[in-house]
């Protein structure tokens, strides 16, 4: 079943994903949360530079292709991570091949690995949780610095396209001009370690860590299902999960650590005492 025809309905179930992650996550009205988020940007300098430092780093991953084709490398890491795991997505493929399941994961690559980090930080800022909101921040911004060197220097290709007889190409499927408009924004050599599995994962960890149940519950299915989108698609190895998962566990833990530390050190003027009701 085709889901995406183009670039622009990608974007539009994206925003609309968003909006309806948004309300399930902090249950409240979308809008709303919309405006607490402009204002913040107006009143707080710090949270408005993170945002933008956000942004850096994910436009950075843009620029990164294009040193990486200025660079031309001529090395290939990928027969040694296929010897290493043989068969395994191709197993993982062809075990689970069913037309809606290529539907859904193909749904949750691409849209609801958007929508989720756009709503995490949505639903954190209108819990007022800003150690989230930076924890979040530090950890994505993390994933890129780690990863984007080993794009650069340990290149892997994607299974499909090392392995065309074996492995089958399935998210042309659901978005047949996925080469042509997506390609862009993911290498085909980039796969060690695995982004989609670095910055779900981290998502999760850090939802579990931010006290909301349902948006904890919601964002470690969503990663599962994304871990598993990146074999059954025919995309990323073995190792680049692998590689995924710890970087997300060194991320999320860091990120953690620095926005905790930086809400601890506020100065004793901005913090709000503690009394007993009553008093």
Not at 31 to 44: C, E, H, M
Request: glycine share 4%; hydrophobic share 55%; charged share 10%.
């Amino acid at each position: 079943m085709v889901l995406f025809h183009s670039m622009q309905m990608v974007s539009v179930l994206t925003a609309v994903a968003f909006i309806l992650l948004l309300w399930f996550g902090a249950m409240k009205n979308p809008i709303k949360i919309a405006g607490i988020f402009v204002r913040q940007l107006f009143t707080s300098r710090k949270y408005l530079f993170h945002i933008i430092a956000l942004i850096a780093i994910l436009l950075l991953n843009n620029v990164e292709l294009r040193i990486e084709n200025a660079m031309n490398l001529s090395w290939d890491f990928t027969p040694m991570i296929h010897q290493l795991e043989g068969d395994f997505v191709q197993t993982v493929q062809n075990f689970f091949a069913n037309p809606w399941i290529t539907t859904v994961v193909g749904f949750f690559y691409v849209v609801i690995f958007q929508a989720l980090l756009l709503s995490s930080l949505g639903i954190y800022t209108a819990e007022k949780k800003d150690e989230m909101v930076y924890a979040t921040i530090y950890a994505v911004i993390i994933n890129y610095v780690i990863a984007i060197p080993f794009y650069l220097f340990f290149p892997v290709n994607e299974v499909w396209s090392y392995a065309p007889a074996q492995v089958q190409f399935l998210m042309l499927d659901v978005y047949p001009k996925f080469e042509e408009q997506y390609r862009a924004l993911s290498g085909l050599n980039n796969c060690f370690p695995s982004l989609h599995t670095s910055i779900s994962v981290t998502l999760a960890i850090l939802a579990i860590r931010s006290g909301n149940r349902r948006w904890a519950i919601f964002s470690t299915v969503s990663a599962a299902i994304i871990v598993f989108s990146i074999f059954y698609l025919g995309i990323h190895w073995l190792t680049d999960m692998i590689g995924g998962v710890v970087l997300a566990v060194t991320a999320s833990s860091v990120g953690y650590w620095f926005a905790h530390r930086g809400t601890q050190q506020l100065p004793t003027t901005l913090r709000v005492p503690n009394r007993d009701i009553g008093q």
